[in-house]
């Protein structure tokens, strides 16, 4: 599969590092000239100096011959036209562009066949605020994933000290028999598929696959305290900030929004019912303080600046928030402020990556959410008639090391698998890589799945 990437930047960076890892044919348009010495040094891909608005730089990019193009530039223009190039130059490319603006989002036709031809728009932006809003409706998670339109959740929960299963075997431990499935650890800069002899520590990162319905008795069952929530502080109210903002209202959450600009603050003032809207500095401990940080449960900082972002979660924590969630634009930076205790964090180009992997991924793939420090990835793929994974059970299935199923849906039936479990045609499977498996997974997937 050959992918032509526009733009270098951190959404494009991170995608095409990802894939070449993976052995994926990987080109990269980029005109500016830093940008692409990067890409030239860190990455084994092929590149090319220029625009991908530019048919001619396009073309020498391998256009005609391209599977899919990819226009992840920080210019929405750009993006667009460029999948208008490639929607002519070949006419049985897939292309998907990185969409921010919201008056492009809200005008559909623009993006159908008859027009621009895009296949995938992803808007960054939403899918953050989206993330944030699943968070909020389920505090005690630190993450939270939906397949399956919602029938299934993957939530990410840390191990406290006084959890039961610290330092037993999850065999040993009962895990909630077939309501609940430990999909994958993170532990540190590590990612585990484990196995019913693997050990829980205290702080581990566990993603659990739940129907959602039982996700009050996984929290139970893993030691997890409840947390009631009534009170969030929003610092930074662009687009992002006032959509979170927005919907908060509509869910009737006590909300505060603190932003340093008037206008701004007066729009949003005119169009919120319930939300209080502060102008001031997030940076201002006196005014943290006045605003009673230490009573709120959640302060969420979604400011356009990374560093202070941090800086306010930081301070927000010091002063006794409960909890903080904050956004990162750098993907680099996340294991870095995950180790000085900023741990929930939400990030618009990772969200971005997330919705592009699942149009790269070979065969009938559903959907990809790749896991804490992208070491592991959850997929959702569907089985159909011809596949040879149907009507035999799991555990006669070779799948390559460190990979597990977690889910198999069937209908409004939700299965938590065992060895003996069986796919039928049609099922929708969760499954668990780590990224050392996910190639040979993915021929395995080709082989035995019948795919677009």
Same mark, same amino acid.
């Given at each position: ?54 048919p ?36 049985? @490319? ?28 992803i ?31 993957? @939530?990410g ?28 650890v ?27 319905? $039982? ?6 069952t ?32 006590s ?30 401990k ?22 202070? $972002? ?7 924590k ?9 956004? @990162?634009g750098?993907?680099s ?13 939400v ?12 149009? @790269? ?29 149907? $009507? ?61």
């Open positions: 599969m050959k992918i032509i990437i526009v733009g270098a930047g951190e959404v494009g960076f991170n995608l095409a590092q990802k894939l070449s890892e993976e052995g994926k044919n990987v080109v990269v348009v980029e005109k500016a000239p830093e940008r692409l010495k990067r890409v030239d040094e860190e990455l084994d891909v092929q590149s090319f100096h220029g625009s991908g608005t530019s001619s730089v396009l073309k020498e990019a391998g256009i005609r011959e391209a599977d899919m193009l990819v226009a992840a530039t920080d210019s929405d223009e750009v993006n667009l036209i460029s999948c208008l190039l490639a929607k002519n130059l070949n006419p049985y @490319i897939l292309k998907v562009a990185r969409v921010r603006n919201q008056e492009y989002i809200k005008e559909k036709s623009l993006f159908g066949e008859e027009m621009l031809g895009v296949d995938q728009v808007n960054p932006e939403s899918l953050m605020v989206e993330s944030i809003v699943r968070l909020l409706e389920v505090p005690e998670a630190d993450e939270i994933i939906d397949f399956v339109g919602g029938k299934v959740r993957l @939530i929960v840390t191990i406290p000290t006084t959890s039961p299963f610290v330092n037993r075997r999850l065999m040993d431990a009962g895990t909630a028999g077939a309501d609940i499935l430990v999909g994958a993170a532990r540190g800069d590590e990612v585990i598929i484990p196995r019913g002899t693997d050990k829980l520590k205290a702080g581990d990162l566990v993603y659990l696959v739940v129907k959602p319905d $039982n996700m009050r008795k996984a929290f139970k893993f030691g997890i305290e409840e947390k009631p929530m009534k009170r969030v502080v929003i610092v930074g109210a662009d687009q992002a900030g006032g959509s979170l903002a927005a919907a908060l209202d509509k869910m009737k959450i909300t505060k929004i603190i932003e340093k600009d008037v206008e701004r603050c007066t729009s949003l003032a005119e169009s919120l019912d319930r939300v209080i809207v502060i102008h001031g500095d997030g940076t201002d006196d005014l943290l303080i006045e605003e009673n940080i230490s009573d709120v449960d959640v302060l969420v900082s979604l400011t356009g600046d990374e560093e202070r $972002n941090i800086l306010i979660s930081l301070l927000a010091g002063l006794g928030a409960k909890r903080t969630i904050t956004r @990162i750098k993907l930076y996340i294991p870095i402020v995950s180790a000085i205790g900023v741990s929930t964090l990030s618009p180009r990772l969200c971005a990556i997330r919705a592009i992997l699942q149009h @790269i991924r070979r065969g009938k793939i559903i959907s990809v959410a790749p896991l804490k420090g992208e070491h592991a990835e959850a997929i959702e793929a569907e089985a159909l008639e011809t596949s040879d994974i149907v $009507n035999t059970p799991l555990s006669d299935i070779k799948f390559p090391p460190g990979v597990i199923v977690g889910a198999i849906v069937r209908g409004d039936e939700i299965i938590i698998p065992k060895g003996n479990s069986m796919v039928m045609p049609h099922d929708h499977l969760i499954i668990f890589s780590i990224r050392d498996s996910l190639s040979r997974l993915e021929k395995l997937l080709t082989v035995k799945l019948e795919y677009f």
